[in-house]
T-cell receptor
Framework: DVKVTQSSRYLVKRTGEKVFLECVQDMDHENMFWYRQDPGLGLRLIYFSYDVKMKEKGDIPEGYSVSREKKERFSLILESASTNQTSMYLC??????????????FGYGTRLTVT | DQQVKQNSPSLSVQEGRISILNCDYT??????FLWYKKYPAEGPTFLISISSIKDKNEDGRFTVFLNKSAKHLSLHIVPSQPGDSAVYFCAASSIQGAQKLVFGQGTRLTINP
């Protein structure tokens, strides 16, 4: 079974802090993704990565950056946390596109509150 | 611009009856559609998918129907069970979009005993 592990289930941070959300997958997947989930808005893609050291912007990248130094690890960085970044953050992984349309495998999520 | 829409935020169904969740999309380039199920405090889990070359896919109690001309898909659960109570997300992707999934807003399904 694919396991996607997010380092924290709950986080509380102050406005202006730099925040790191870590995600590790154990299935040697090429693709990794960061989504946020908000009521009434569903899941929105922040950033994704098709390979080590590669990253691409999703639909809502403003205020975020990412890092993928190793294949199994994909980090989301909030450069200066703001209250409108209070949300559920979900990391996901999947095999390369060459294997066909493979469903995303999600972690449990990190509930981030910015005060 | 919401490319994938789930217009019903919530749905309540009696145990044993059929649950029908609906999803509409606007991008005609979408060629692969998925349903995910999410329990509170957990990540979404993949439920069932359908390619645009099909109009129906069935897996046990779950069936997904695709109507390409109407740009509409639906998920049927029959019979509904209390453990089906969750938020259901519809998602879509296209070859040009590679592995990027576009999600709907979600529908909270409650199965009443």
């Amino acid at each position: 079974d694919v396991k996607v592990t997010q380092s924290s289930r709950y986080l509380v941070k102050r406005t202006g802090e730099k925040v790191f959300l870590e995600c590790v997958q154990d299935m040697d997947h090429e693709n990794m993704f960061w989504y946020r989930q908000d009521p009434g808005l569903g899941l929105r893609l922040i950033y994704f990565s098709y390979d080590v050291k590669m990253k691409e912007k999703g639909d809502i990248p403003e205020g975020y950056s990412v890092s993928r130094e190793k294949k199994e690890r994909f980090s989301l960085i909030l450069e200066s946390a703001s209250t409108n970044q209070t949300s559920m953050y979900l990391c996901a992984s999947s095999p390369s596109p060459g294997t066909g349309n493979s469903p995303l495998h999600f972690g449990y999520g990190t509930r981030l509150t910015v005060t | 611009d919401q490319q994938v829409k789930q217009n019903s935020p919530s749905l309540s169904v009696q145990e044993g009856r059929i649950s029908i969740l609906n999803c509409d999309y606007t991008n005609s380039m979408f060629d692969y559609f998925l349903w995910y199920k999410k329990y509170p405090a957990e990540g979404p889990t993949f439920l069932i998918s359908i390619s645009s070359i099909k109009d129906k896919n069935e897996d046990g109690r779950f069936t997904v129907f695709l109507n390409k001309s109407a740009k509409h898909l639906s998920l049927h659960i029959v019979p509904s069970q209390p453990g089906d109570s969750a938020v259901y997300f519809c998602a879509a992707s296209s070859i040009q979009g590679a592995q990027k999934l576009v999600f709907g807003q979600g529908t909270r399904l409650t199965i009443n005993p």
